[in-house]
Protein backbone atom coordinates (compact mmCIF):
# COMPACT_ATOMS: atom_id res chain seq x y z
CA UNK A 1 0.00 0.00 0.00
CA UNK A 2 1.36 3.12 -0.82
CA UNK A 3 0.51 6.96 0.41
CA UNK A 4 -1.19 9.07 -1.59
CA UNK A 5 1.58 11.16 -1.92
CA UNK A 6 3.70 8.26 -3.27
CA UNK A 7 0.87 7.32 -5.64
CA UNK A 8 0.83 11.00 -7.08
CA UNK A 9 4.66 10.85 -7.48
CA UNK A 10 4.27 7.07 -9.28
CA UNK A 11 1.70 8.16 -11.48
CA UNK A 12 1.77 11.49 -12.56
CA UNK A 13 4.34 12.05 -15.41
CA UNK A 14 4.02 15.36 -16.97
CA UNK A 15 6.72 18.36 -17.25
CA UNK A 16 8.30 18.97 -13.78
CA UNK A 17 6.66 16.36 -12.43
CA UNK A 18 9.34 13.82 -9.86
CA UNK A 19 8.44 10.64 -12.29
CA UNK A 20 7.90 13.34 -15.21
CA UNK A 21 11.64 14.27 -14.68
CA UNK A 22 12.50 10.27 -14.24
CA UNK A 23 10.94 9.46 -17.97
CA UNK A 24 12.54 12.77 -18.87
CA UNK A 25 15.69 10.73 -18.51
CA UNK A 26 15.22 7.65 -20.75
CA UNK A 27 14.51 7.83 -24.75
CA UNK A 28 10.47 7.40 -25.07
CA UNK A 29 9.01 5.38 -28.16
CA UNK A 30 6.90 8.54 -30.23
CA UNK A 31 5.29 6.39 -32.78
CA UNK A 32 5.65 3.73 -35.17
CA UNK A 33 8.00 4.38 -37.94
CA UNK A 34 4.55 3.25 -40.51
CA UNK A 35 2.80 6.05 -38.87
CA UNK A 36 5.03 8.35 -40.91
CA UNK A 37 5.95 6.07 -43.69
CA UNK A 38 5.81 7.98 -46.50
CA UNK A 39 8.64 10.97 -47.55
CA UNK A 40 6.39 13.97 -47.59
CA UNK A 41 3.33 12.34 -46.51
CA UNK A 42 0.94 14.00 -43.84
CA UNK A 43 2.07 14.68 -40.55
CA UNK A 44 -0.16 13.39 -37.26
CA UNK A 45 -0.60 14.29 -33.69
CA UNK A 46 1.43 13.29 -31.27
CA UNK A 47 1.14 13.27 -27.28
CA UNK A 48 3.59 11.89 -24.40
CA UNK A 49 4.41 12.60 -20.80
CA UNK A 50 1.63 15.01 -21.30
CA UNK A 51 3.36 16.80 -24.31
CA UNK A 52 1.72 17.53 -27.63
CA UNK A 53 3.68 17.25 -30.56
CA UNK A 54 3.30 16.25 -34.49
CA UNK A 55 5.13 13.86 -36.17
CA UNK A 56 5.94 14.05 -40.22
CA UNK A 57 8.65 12.69 -42.30
CA UNK A 58 10.14 15.34 -44.60
CA UNK A 59 10.60 14.93 -48.39
CA UNK A 60 13.69 13.84 -48.23
CA UNK A 61 12.52 10.93 -45.48
CA UNK A 62 13.92 12.13 -42.49
CA UNK A 63 11.85 11.44 -39.28
CA UNK A 64 11.16 15.03 -37.18
CA UNK A 65 8.56 15.83 -34.04
CA UNK A 66 8.22 19.77 -33.34
CA UNK A 67 5.95 21.01 -31.25
CA UNK A 68 2.22 21.91 -32.94
CA UNK A 69 1.52 25.46 -32.82
CA UNK A 70 2.76 28.00 -34.96
CA UNK A 71 4.79 30.65 -33.18
CA UNK A 72 3.45 33.18 -35.75
CA UNK A 73 -0.44 33.08 -34.72
CA UNK A 74 -0.79 29.49 -32.83
CA UNK A 75 -1.99 27.81 -35.54
CA UNK A 76 -1.78 23.81 -35.15
CA UNK A 77 0.77 22.55 -37.55
CA UNK A 78 -1.66 19.64 -37.68
CA UNK A 79 -3.26 21.39 -40.73
CA UNK A 80 -0.15 21.88 -42.45
CA UNK A 81 1.83 20.49 -45.77
CA UNK A 82 4.30 18.78 -45.78
CA UNK A 83 6.21 19.74 -48.20
CA UNK A 84 9.86 20.56 -49.82
CA UNK A 85 11.62 21.85 -46.87
CA UNK A 86 9.63 20.87 -44.14
CA UNK A 87 6.00 21.86 -42.69
CA UNK A 88 4.03 24.74 -43.83
CA UNK A 89 1.49 26.62 -41.77
CA UNK A 90 -1.74 26.47 -43.89
CA UNK A 91 -2.95 30.15 -41.61
CA UNK A 92 -0.25 32.56 -43.15
CA UNK A 93 2.49 29.30 -44.76
CA UNK A 94 5.16 29.98 -42.27
CA UNK A 95 7.31 26.70 -42.68
CA UNK A 96 9.49 24.76 -40.17
CA UNK A 97 12.19 21.76 -40.86
CA UNK A 98 12.14 18.49 -38.71
CA UNK A 99 15.06 20.44 -36.51
CA UNK A 100 12.58 23.13 -35.62
CA UNK A 101 14.10 25.89 -37.98
CA UNK A 102 12.04 28.53 -39.18
CA UNK A 103 12.91 28.27 -42.96
CA UNK A 104 10.25 30.72 -44.59
CA UNK A 105 8.00 33.80 -43.44
CA UNK A 106 6.42 34.77 -46.70
CA UNK A 107 4.56 37.09 -44.98
CA UNK A 108 7.14 39.53 -44.59
CA UNK A 109 10.08 41.40 -46.68
CA UNK A 110 12.87 39.29 -46.84
CA UNK A 111 15.07 41.75 -44.56
CA UNK A 112 12.69 41.59 -42.23
CA UNK A 113 11.64 37.55 -42.63
CA UNK A 114 15.49 36.49 -41.65
CA UNK A 115 14.91 38.52 -38.74
CA UNK A 116 11.92 36.77 -38.31
CA UNK A 117 13.25 33.20 -39.11
CA UNK A 118 15.90 33.81 -35.84
CA UNK A 119 13.60 34.03 -33.20
CA UNK A 120 10.91 31.83 -34.63
CA UNK A 121 12.35 28.26 -34.14
CA UNK A 122 10.01 25.79 -32.71
CA UNK A 123 10.85 23.05 -30.18
CA UNK A 124 12.14 20.12 -32.21
CA UNK A 125 13.11 16.62 -30.24
CA UNK A 126 16.11 14.81 -31.07
CA UNK A 127 14.40 11.57 -32.48
CA UNK A 128 16.22 8.16 -33.64
CA UNK A 129 14.49 5.45 -35.83
CA UNK A 130 15.18 1.81 -34.41
CA UNK A 131 13.02 -1.14 -33.74
CA UNK A 132 10.27 0.36 -36.35
CA UNK A 133 9.50 2.94 -33.74
CA UNK A 134 10.71 6.61 -33.73
CA UNK A 135 12.03 7.50 -30.14
CA UNK A 136 12.11 10.93 -28.74
CA UNK A 137 14.71 12.59 -26.40
CA UNK A 138 12.41 14.48 -24.33
CA UNK A 139 14.94 15.41 -21.52
CA UNK A 140 17.86 18.38 -21.17
CA UNK A 141 20.83 18.59 -22.30
CA UNK A 142 22.59 16.27 -24.69
CA UNK A 143 20.80 13.02 -25.07
CA UNK A 144 21.60 9.81 -23.17
CA UNK A 145 22.51 6.28 -24.87
CA UNK A 146 20.04 4.83 -26.12
CA UNK A 147 18.80 1.18 -24.70
CA UNK A 148 20.16 -1.75 -26.15
CA UNK A 149 16.67 -3.70 -26.13
CA UNK A 150 17.74 -6.79 -28.35
CA UNK A 151 14.40 -6.45 -30.55
CA UNK A 152 15.53 -3.07 -32.40
CA UNK A 153 19.26 -4.92 -32.85
CA UNK A 154 17.88 -7.63 -35.06
CA UNK A 155 16.83 -7.37 -38.86
CA UNK A 156 13.45 -5.96 -39.38
CA UNK A 157 12.49 -9.86 -40.78
CA UNK A 158 13.24 -11.14 -37.50
CA UNK A 159 10.40 -8.98 -35.48
CA UNK A 160 7.08 -7.76 -35.42
CA UNK A 161 6.01 -4.05 -33.85
CA UNK A 162 2.47 -2.45 -32.99
CA UNK A 163 1.18 -0.90 -30.38
CA UNK A 164 -2.09 -0.40 -28.44
CA UNK A 165 -3.83 2.37 -26.26
CA UNK A 166 -4.57 1.47 -23.09
CA UNK A 167 -7.60 3.30 -21.10
CA UNK A 168 -5.94 3.86 -17.69
CA UNK A 169 -2.61 4.96 -16.05
CA UNK A 170 0.56 3.85 -17.04
CA UNK A 171 1.43 2.58 -13.88
CA UNK A 172 -1.09 0.23 -12.92
CA UNK A 173 -0.65 -1.22 -16.63
CA UNK A 174 2.28 -2.09 -16.02
CA UNK A 175 1.94 -3.37 -12.95
CA UNK A 176 -0.52 -5.94 -15.00
CA UNK A 177 2.00 -6.86 -17.04
CA UNK A 178 4.49 -7.92 -13.81
CA UNK A 179 1.68 -9.73 -11.97
CA UNK A 180 2.18 -13.38 -12.66
CA UNK A 181 -0.19 -14.49 -10.18
CA UNK A 182 -3.27 -13.69 -12.19
CA UNK A 183 -2.74 -16.27 -14.95
CA UNK A 184 -3.80 -18.79 -12.54
CA UNK A 185 -7.79 -17.17 -12.75
CA UNK A 186 -8.03 -13.93 -15.37
CA UNK A 187 -6.53 -16.05 -18.20
CA UNK A 188 -7.55 -19.63 -17.46
CA UNK A 189 -10.69 -21.75 -18.89
CA UNK A 190 -13.71 -23.14 -17.76
CA UNK A 191 -15.67 -26.60 -18.23
CA UNK A 192 -17.75 -28.03 -16.16
CA UNK A 193 -18.04 -25.02 -14.24
CA UNK A 194 -14.45 -25.97 -12.64
CA UNK A 195 -11.45 -23.44 -13.68
CA UNK A 196 -9.47 -25.21 -16.24
CA UNK A 197 -5.82 -24.66 -18.70
CA UNK A 198 -7.38 -22.19 -21.61
CA UNK A 199 -6.37 -24.90 -23.79
CA UNK A 200 -8.63 -27.70 -22.25
CA UNK A 201 -11.34 -25.30 -22.33
CA UNK A 202 -14.45 -25.60 -24.83
CA UNK A 203 -15.59 -28.44 -27.15
CA UNK A 204 -12.49 -29.23 -28.84
CA UNK A 205 -9.32 -28.85 -26.13
CA UNK A 206 -5.76 -29.17 -27.58
CA UNK A 207 -5.48 -33.11 -27.45
CA UNK A 208 -1.68 -32.57 -26.37
CA UNK A 209 -3.52 -30.87 -22.93
CA UNK A 210 -4.79 -34.22 -21.46
CA UNK A 211 -1.34 -34.69 -18.89
CA UNK A 212 -0.31 -36.78 -20.60
CA UNK A 213 3.13 -36.68 -23.18
CA UNK A 214 2.51 -32.69 -22.69
CA UNK A 215 5.56 -31.03 -23.81
CA UNK A 216 5.87 -28.64 -20.79
CA UNK A 217 4.63 -25.26 -23.45
CA UNK A 218 1.16 -26.94 -23.08
CA UNK A 219 1.74 -28.58 -19.72
CA UNK A 220 2.15 -25.00 -18.11
CA UNK A 221 -0.93 -23.48 -18.51
CA UNK A 222 -1.96 -26.39 -16.61
CA UNK A 223 0.45 -26.03 -13.86
CA UNK A 224 -0.53 -22.61 -13.30
CA UNK A 225 -3.99 -23.33 -13.06
CA UNK A 226 -3.47 -26.15 -10.57
CA UNK A 227 -1.01 -23.60 -8.55
CA UNK A 228 -2.17 -20.16 -7.74
CA UNK A 229 0.26 -19.37 -4.48
CA UNK A 230 3.39 -19.33 -6.88
CA UNK A 231 6.44 -18.45 -4.92
CA UNK A 232 8.65 -15.48 -6.17
CA UNK A 233 12.56 -14.86 -6.15
CA UNK A 234 13.49 -10.92 -7.68
CA UNK A 235 16.96 -10.24 -8.89
CA UNK A 236 18.25 -6.71 -9.70
CA UNK A 237 20.62 -5.69 -12.32
CA UNK A 238 21.48 -2.83 -13.83
CA UNK A 239 18.66 -2.07 -16.41
CA UNK A 240 16.24 -3.34 -13.56
CA UNK A 241 15.10 -6.40 -12.09
CA UNK A 242 14.18 -9.97 -13.32
CA UNK A 243 10.99 -11.20 -10.88
CA UNK A 244 10.77 -15.38 -11.18
CA UNK A 245 7.81 -17.30 -9.78
CA UNK A 246 8.15 -20.90 -9.26
CA UNK A 247 5.20 -22.75 -9.19
CA UNK A 248 4.61 -26.90 -8.70
CA UNK A 249 4.37 -29.28 -11.45
CA UNK A 250 3.30 -32.96 -11.56
CA UNK A 251 6.64 -34.03 -9.90
CA UNK A 252 9.08 -32.46 -7.84
CA UNK A 253 10.39 -30.26 -10.60
CA UNK A 254 9.68 -26.70 -10.39
CA UNK A 255 7.94 -24.55 -12.69
CA UNK A 256 9.15 -20.84 -12.96
CA UNK A 257 8.35 -17.97 -15.38
CA UNK A 258 10.72 -15.04 -15.35
CA UNK A 259 9.82 -11.34 -15.92
CA UNK A 260 12.16 -8.51 -16.63
CA UNK A 261 11.25 -5.31 -15.88
CA UNK A 262 13.88 -2.47 -17.18
CA UNK A 263 13.51 1.11 -16.32
CA UNK A 264 11.71 3.30 -16.91
CA UNK A 265 8.48 1.37 -18.52
CA UNK A 266 9.82 -1.74 -20.42
CA UNK A 267 8.88 -5.08 -19.29
CA UNK A 268 10.22 -8.66 -21.59
CA UNK A 269 7.34 -11.19 -21.00
CA UNK A 270 7.34 -14.45 -19.49
CA UNK A 271 6.20 -17.60 -22.09
CA UNK A 272 9.05 -18.27 -23.96
CA UNK A 273 10.90 -21.40 -23.67
CA UNK A 274 14.58 -22.05 -24.93
CA UNK A 275 14.87 -20.83 -28.83
CA UNK A 276 11.35 -19.68 -28.72
CA UNK A 277 9.73 -16.32 -29.66
CA UNK A 278 10.52 -13.72 -27.06
CA UNK A 279 7.75 -11.04 -26.29
CA UNK A 280 8.19 -7.41 -24.62
CA UNK A 281 6.25 -4.40 -23.92
CA UNK A 282 6.45 -0.36 -23.32
CA UNK A 283 4.24 1.48 -21.40
CA UNK A 284 4.41 5.25 -22.38
CA UNK A 285 2.27 7.76 -20.86
CA UNK A 286 0.01 10.06 -23.39
CA UNK A 287 -1.47 11.99 -19.81
CA UNK A 288 -2.07 10.81 -16.79
CA UNK A 289 -5.02 8.79 -17.67
CA UNK A 290 -4.56 6.97 -20.82
CA UNK A 291 -0.87 5.41 -22.46
CA UNK A 292 0.29 3.66 -25.62
CA UNK A 293 1.65 0.44 -24.98
CA UNK A 294 3.97 -0.24 -27.35
CA UNK A 295 4.25 -4.71 -28.29
CA UNK A 296 6.90 -6.08 -30.01
CA UNK A 297 7.96 -9.84 -30.57
CA UNK A 298 10.89 -11.20 -32.15
CA UNK A 299 13.66 -13.89 -32.39
CA UNK A 300 16.86 -13.50 -31.86
CA UNK A 301 18.62 -15.48 -34.17
CA UNK A 302 16.05 -16.11 -37.23
CA UNK A 303 13.63 -14.51 -39.31
CA UNK A 304 9.54 -14.73 -38.38
CA UNK A 305 7.29 -16.57 -40.49
CA UNK A 306 4.55 -14.70 -42.79
CA UNK A 307 2.15 -16.43 -41.11
CA UNK A 308 3.05 -15.55 -37.37
CA UNK A 309 3.07 -12.13 -38.32
CA UNK A 310 -0.38 -12.35 -39.94
CA UNK A 311 -1.35 -13.78 -36.36
CA UNK A 312 0.78 -11.04 -34.13
CA UNK A 313 -1.34 -8.59 -36.46
CA UNK A 314 -4.46 -9.98 -35.79
CA UNK A 315 -3.95 -9.88 -32.21
CA UNK A 316 -2.40 -12.71 -30.41
CA UNK A 317 -1.00 -12.79 -27.09
CA UNK A 318 -0.26 -9.59 -25.54
CA UNK A 319 -0.90 -8.32 -29.10
CA UNK A 320 -4.47 -6.69 -29.19
CA UNK A 321 -6.83 -6.77 -31.95
CA UNK A 322 -6.82 -3.00 -32.88
CA UNK A 323 -8.22 -0.23 -35.33
CA UNK A 324 -6.49 1.17 -37.62
CA UNK A 325 -6.20 3.77 -35.07
CA UNK A 326 -4.67 1.19 -33.07
CA UNK A 327 -7.02 1.61 -30.91
CA UNK A 328 -8.44 -1.90 -29.21
CA UNK A 329 -11.76 -2.99 -30.83
CA UNK A 330 -12.31 -4.58 -27.17
CA UNK A 331 -12.14 -1.61 -24.98
CA UNK A 332 -13.58 0.01 -22.10
CA UNK A 333 -16.62 1.79 -24.18
CA UNK A 334 -18.58 -1.32 -24.93
CA UNK A 335 -16.95 -3.12 -21.87
CA UNK A 336 -14.54 -5.45 -24.26
CA UNK A 337 -17.24 -7.33 -25.78
CA UNK A 338 -17.85 -9.52 -22.81
CA UNK A 339 -19.77 -12.81 -23.38
CA UNK A 340 -21.75 -13.84 -19.83
CA UNK A 341 -22.01 -17.19 -21.78
CA UNK A 342 -18.32 -17.72 -22.87
CA UNK A 343 -18.08 -17.11 -18.85
CA UNK A 344 -20.19 -19.88 -17.96
CA UNK A 345 -18.63 -22.15 -20.52
CA UNK A 346 -15.43 -21.81 -21.46
CA UNK A 347 -13.84 -18.59 -20.36
CA UNK A 348 -13.05 -17.43 -16.72
CA UNK A 349 -13.60 -14.01 -17.90
CA UNK A 350 -15.58 -13.94 -20.98
CA UNK A 351 -13.72 -11.94 -23.05
CA UNK A 352 -11.98 -13.10 -25.87
CA UNK A 353 -8.09 -12.41 -26.03
CA UNK A 354 -5.23 -12.38 -23.60
CA UNK A 355 -4.42 -8.66 -24.20
CA UNK A 356 -7.96 -7.94 -24.29
CA UNK A 357 -8.30 -9.58 -20.58
CA UNK A 358 -5.29 -7.66 -18.96
CA UNK A 359 -6.68 -4.41 -20.72
CA UNK A 360 -10.09 -4.88 -18.94
CA UNK A 361 -8.98 -5.60 -15.50
CA UNK A 362 -6.21 -2.95 -16.03
CA UNK A 363 -8.81 0.12 -16.58
CA UNK A 364 -11.10 -1.81 -14.31
CA UNK A 365 -9.08 -0.22 -11.67
CA UNK A 366 -9.77 3.22 -12.79
CA UNK A 367 -8.24 5.96 -14.70
CA UNK A 368 -5.69 6.29 -11.44
CA UNK A 369 -5.95 3.09 -9.50
CA UNK A 370 -5.63 4.34 -5.24
CA UNK A 371 -3.29 2.28 -3.84
CA UNK A 372 -3.99 3.58 -0.33
CA UNK A 373 -6.83 1.27 -0.10
CA UNK A 374 -4.78 -2.25 -1.25
CA UNK A 375 -4.12 -5.33 0.55
CA UNK A 376 -1.26 -6.65 -1.07
CA UNK A 377 0.13 -10.63 -0.53
CA UNK A 378 3.21 -12.58 -1.22
CA UNK A 379 1.90 -12.92 -4.35
CA UNK A 380 2.46 -9.14 -5.15
CA UNK A 381 6.31 -8.68 -4.63
CA UNK A 382 6.64 -8.22 -8.12
CA UNK A 383 4.07 -5.20 -8.22
CA UNK A 384 6.05 -4.15 -4.90
CA UNK A 385 9.52 -4.33 -6.47
CA UNK A 386 8.44 -2.35 -9.41
CA UNK A 387 6.92 0.63 -7.16
CA UNK A 388 10.06 0.65 -4.93
CA UNK A 389 12.34 0.59 -7.99
CA UNK A 390 10.62 3.78 -10.12
CA UNK A 391 10.05 5.39 -6.76
CA UNK A 392 14.17 5.15 -5.83
CA UNK A 393 14.44 6.69 -9.35
CA UNK A 394 12.32 9.62 -8.56
CA UNK A 395 14.95 9.86 -5.46
CA UNK A 396 17.43 9.76 -7.60
CA UNK A 397 16.93 12.23 -9.83
CA UNK A 398 15.89 14.59 -7.44
CA UNK A 399 19.42 14.55 -5.74
CA UNK A 400 20.68 15.05 -9.36
CA UNK A 401 21.32 11.43 -9.69
CA UNK A 402 21.27 9.48 -13.05
CA UNK A 403 18.64 6.49 -12.77
CA UNK A 404 19.30 3.00 -13.12
CA UNK A 405 20.09 2.21 -16.58
CA UNK A 406 19.85 5.59 -18.02
CA UNK A 407 23.81 5.26 -18.37
CA UNK A 408 24.28 1.70 -19.25
CA UNK A 409 22.56 0.55 -22.85
CA UNK A 410 23.97 -2.37 -22.85
CA UNK A 411 22.35 -3.86 -19.87
CA UNK A 412 18.93 -3.84 -21.78
CA UNK A 413 20.36 -6.39 -24.05
CA UNK A 414 18.05 -9.36 -21.66
CA UNK A 415 15.79 -12.10 -22.35
CA UNK A 416 12.75 -12.88 -20.57
CA UNK A 417 11.24 -16.85 -20.26
CA UNK A 418 10.06 -19.91 -18.79
CA UNK A 419 12.27 -22.97 -17.61
CA UNK A 420 11.74 -26.01 -15.03
CA UNK A 421 14.65 -26.80 -12.35
CA UNK A 422 14.66 -30.31 -10.41
CA UNK A 423 14.32 -29.78 -6.93
CA UNK A 424 17.82 -29.64 -6.06
CA UNK A 425 18.58 -27.09 -8.27
CA UNK A 426 18.71 -23.96 -6.78
CA UNK A 427 16.72 -20.93 -8.65
CA UNK A 428 20.74 -18.94 -9.32
CA UNK A 429 21.58 -22.38 -10.80
CA UNK A 430 18.67 -22.25 -12.63
CA UNK A 431 18.81 -19.13 -14.32
CA UNK A 432 22.71 -19.11 -14.93
CA UNK A 433 22.11 -21.99 -17.14
CA UNK A 434 19.18 -20.55 -18.76
CA UNK A 435 20.22 -16.75 -19.01
CA UNK A 436 23.64 -17.38 -18.47
CA UNK A 437 24.88 -13.60 -19.59
CA UNK A 438 22.83 -11.81 -17.15
CA UNK A 439 24.40 -10.38 -14.30
CA UNK A 440 22.35 -10.34 -11.47
CA UNK A 441 22.56 -9.00 -7.84
CA UNK A 442 21.43 -11.33 -5.17
CA UNK A 443 18.19 -12.38 -4.32
CA UNK A 444 15.64 -11.24 -2.43
CA UNK A 445 12.07 -13.46 -1.90
Known sequence: MLTAIENRTLTQTGPG???GRVMRCYWQPALLSREIAEPGG????????????????DTEGWPGIVESRCPHRGADLF???????????????WQFSTSGACMDVPTSPPEIAERIKAKAEIRSLTVVEAGDIVWAWMGEGHPGPMPKLEFTMVPGSYRFVSKKLQQCNWAQAVEGGLDTAHFSYLHAGIKDDERVSMMAAGSRP???????????QVASFRWMVDDSIPRFSVFDHDAGFLVCASRRTDDDTRYWRCTQFLMPHHSLAPGSWPYGLQQGQTWVPID???CWIYCYAWYPDRPMGDDERR?????FGIFAQTDEHFVPIRRRENDYLIDRNKQKTTSFTGIDGLSEQDAAIAD???LIHDRTRELLGQTDLGVV???RTVLAAAEAVSEGKAPRGAETPAAYRVHSGDLLSPPDQTIEAALDERFPHLKLAPHHS
Open 17 to 19: TPM
Open 42 to 57: PPVRVKVLGEEFIAFR
Open 79 to 93: FGRNEKGGIRCAYHG
Open 206 to 216: NPLATGQNEPP
Open 288 to 290: DHS
Open 311 to 315: RLAKG
Open 364 to 366: SQG
Open 385 to 387: KFR
